[in-house]
């Protein structure tokens, strides 16, 4: 009944009640028996999917594991091993949805891990920017392996203690400059920690049906230098896939009255919904190439574009293996539309709508969650960024541009700003502009920071940024108003 396809079964809400609740007694007994031998016992936590498909309700387990007194967390948010300039993505947007959830008084110490161990798996270049990340969105404490799980020593590696001690002074400054008490802006990516309650399983036939992707689009908004959060935000917000099941009708309206982009299967769950006069769908499914021979989606609408006849692959990719197909309302402006191998238009690609409530809408026909590498191009990139100032109503959610994989970050207290712009990419960069999001007064101040320790001025002409030296992978520039 748990994986019963379709609707859940109200089977499953009850069994992820009955988990938690044995589950959280028991961790409160463990917690009696560790304080009183003198230590405090922590959570070493994953990705948010996986506990959501548990049931997790999060401030239970906050109160099971302190108690009354400030809880202490070691989030995972990053992979053991060397990999892509996405990865850098996920871990910003991983460990911003591990602090969107924990309490103001946590002790946070975020997991800087390698498996094998050793320069051959993880360069230390990419663990200095996951450190960095880590402290750029607020953390007391770091968690390092000095020792491997085979006793080894230290000193068989001095290279790593020479890195970290090299690495310090910065990592004390990155401390400093982002407390814990600032948070991210963006262009929302929520989640909900009710997706596992509210997924529809295909066949159900195992639990990992029950794992909703709850990141799809900062990998794509990342990619294309836009600024996320894993917070909802008042202008724009994006959901996709079947996280458009996870929030309440009256969310759901809160972010159709202001800017909502959305992909191919959250649009089609929204009509399911009874939402599709919103987002300007009358009815919608998705389609495969074995019945609509598409290609290509060529562009239509200079506002939205690079260029009027630009293209883009639709081919068999992960993202584009079925595509949202909708009998569009009137009101409804295509930006883009499908075409098969000989050029002959075959669908619309993505759209705009504004509805009844004043706000508006973007819909692309992909599936923006399906998979952590985006596939990214000078078109697809022009194009989100275009989308998401339309949806901000001329606003900014605070965007870069000046090379590929240019990653931006932007974070307040409220009162206090901070900006963090890395380069997640191989090629190096010399000179990027960036685009503050509402609100964020006027840059005064940038640090070009590198893994190997140095932290040099960057000079500011306006929204130009120019470091002395190239800015290479994994590098990140810091900016203050």
Known sequence: ACLASGAPHPWRAQWFDFWQETICALLDEWRGIIEGGGAKMGLMSSAMESHAAEGRRWAQWWQAFGGGNPPVHRPHFWGYSDAMGSMLIHGIASLDQNRSIQPAELESGPEIENFTYGQ?????????????????????????????FMGNRPDDEPERAAFLTRVRPAMDWLADMFPMTMRSVGAGVPWSEEMGRTMRTPRGSTWFELTCPPRGWAY????????????????????????????????????????????????????????????GVEAARQVLQEEVLYSMEHCLDPRFALRVGAQMSVNDRPHTRALLQGALAGGAVMLTDLRDPLQRVVGHGAFIFENR????????????????????????????????????????????????????????DGSAWRAAVWNAGPDEIGTFTVHLPDGMPRLRMGWHCTPAGTREPAAIDGGVIRTVRPVHQWDVVVLVP
């Open 120 to 148: 051959w798996n993880k360069s230390f270049r990419q663990t200095f920017a996951q450190m960095a990340v880590a402290h750029i969105l607020g953390s007391t404490n770091l968690n390092i392996s000095l020792y491997d």
């Open 220 to 279: 794509w908004l990342g990619a294309a230098g836009i600024a996320f959060s894993a917070r909802a935000q008042q202008a724009v917000n994006a959901l996709a896939g079947p996280l458009a099941w996870s929030f309440p009708d009256e969310q759901i309206n809160e972010w159709l009255a202001a800017g909502l982009l959305l992909d191919g299967p959250a649009a089609e769950i929204l009509v399911k919904r009874g939402f599709g006069a919103m987002i």
């Open 357 to 412: 409530l004043g706000g508006r809408v973007a819909v692309v026909p992909w599936n923006a969650s399906a998979g952590a590498t985006p596939e990214m191009n000078v078109h697809r990139a022009a194009q989100l960024r275009r989308v998401v100032q339309w949806l901000a109503r001329g606003g900014s959610v605070g965007w870069a541009e000046g090379g590929a994989w240019l990653v931006p970050q932007f974070l307040t």
